[in-house]
């Protein structure tokens, strides 16, 4: 977030819309949102799915909850003294035509620069990222072990590819218990989308 932030010049701004994006610079995943950059603030909008586990997890910013996305942007960038906002240029026309609109009073621009930046930032690994890697690599080993003795006659794809999605989901979960009827269950008070716990049957 840093290494962006240092990329803006004075009275101009970013906001990231892209998945891939919004994953990179924020190490959260969602499908729906919107991260507004600034070079001194940053914020991740994200609607009721998203917010309250992004809130418990998301580091490299603030988290706010989508109310009126037209307004609360308007209102980011306003405040951030913002003249030009640029966007990846990897989004659709439609979603552009979109954020125009949006942010009428704003120059927005899709940037060949900001697409490079992006690109360059996240070809050139830090310290930090290349730990998550091996870190990554290692839950993804032991997912697979885990997930080996359930392949067998009579059991589906889909339910080897879920409980290998869940194994390697489990570092990151909340409130997790073992009893008779599940594999695993969620103990936690929170729904699905909050804590990510899923619960399998045993077959």
């Known amino acids: 977030m840093i290494r962006l932030q240092n990329f803006l010049q004075e009275g101009s701004a970013a906001l990231i819309v892209t998945d891939i994006g919004r994953l990179y610079f924020t190490g959260f995943k969602s499908s729906l949102g919107y991260l507004a950059v600034s070079r001194k603030k940053a914020t991740l909008f994200l609607d009721g799915r998203y917010y309250l586990a992004a809130n418990m997890s998301v580091k490299a910013c603030e988290v706010a909850l989508i109310s009126d996305i037209s307004s609360q942007l308007n209102k980011f960038f306003k405040a951030e003294k913002v003249e030009k906002i640029l966007t990846e240029k990897d989004i659709t026309l439609t979603e552009f035509s979109y954020i125009s609109k949006m942010l009428k009073s704003f120059s927005v ?3 060949d620069e900001m697409l490079e930046l992006v690109d360059g930032l996240r070809a050139v690994k830090s310290e930090w990222e290349i730990e998550c890697i091996k870190k990554a ?18 059991v589906t794809e889909k339910e080897v590819a879920a409980f290998l999605e869940y194994q390697m989901s489990i570092p990151h979960l909340c409130g997790i218990v073992q009893d008779k009827s599940a594999i695993y269950s969620c103990s936690c008070q929170q729904d699905n989308f909050s804590c990510y716990c899923r619960f399998f049957m045993v077959r």
């Open 109 to 111: 621009e899709a940037s």
């Open 137 to 154: 690599q290692s839950i993804a080993e032991k997912a697979l072990d885990k997930t080996l003795p359930l392949i067998k006659e009579g």
